[in-house]
Structures are given as C-alpha cells and as structure tokens.
C-alpha cells in the first residue's frame, strides 16, 4: 500500500520489468526517460505534449520572461 515493494511485485504486475517508458520530447524530438532523466508530460489542452529536461528549463526560463 503505497510502501516500496521488496519483492518486485509491482514490476511483476506490470509485466516487463525493463520496459523503459520513453517519451518523445515535443519541442526537440529527442527520447527522454520521464523517471530517470526528469522532464514532464502531461496536455495543452487536448494535445498531449512532453518535454525533455532540457526544453522543461527553457520553457520555464522563457515564462519567467514573459512575466
Ligand atoms: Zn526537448
């Protein structure tokens, strides 16, 4: 319950254990791990977009001159 699993189960029920979830970044293009490299995903409205860490701190940094 919410605790880490010793026993790998999560991993078990969720099939393959490598299975790396890579995501497209939607600004550069390059593939990124969400869970090891950082980044974010998530909806511009009803497009799903992702960003690399990389784009996520350009994005912030071009926000925070918009303000
Ligand atoms: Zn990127």
Redesign the pocket.
Known sequence: MGGPGLNGTDSIRNGKMKNKKLEI?S????D?DLDAEGGTKGEFGIIPVA??P??LSSIFDMVDQLK
């Open positions: 970044c600004v550069c293009e390059t990124f960003f690399c990389t784009c």
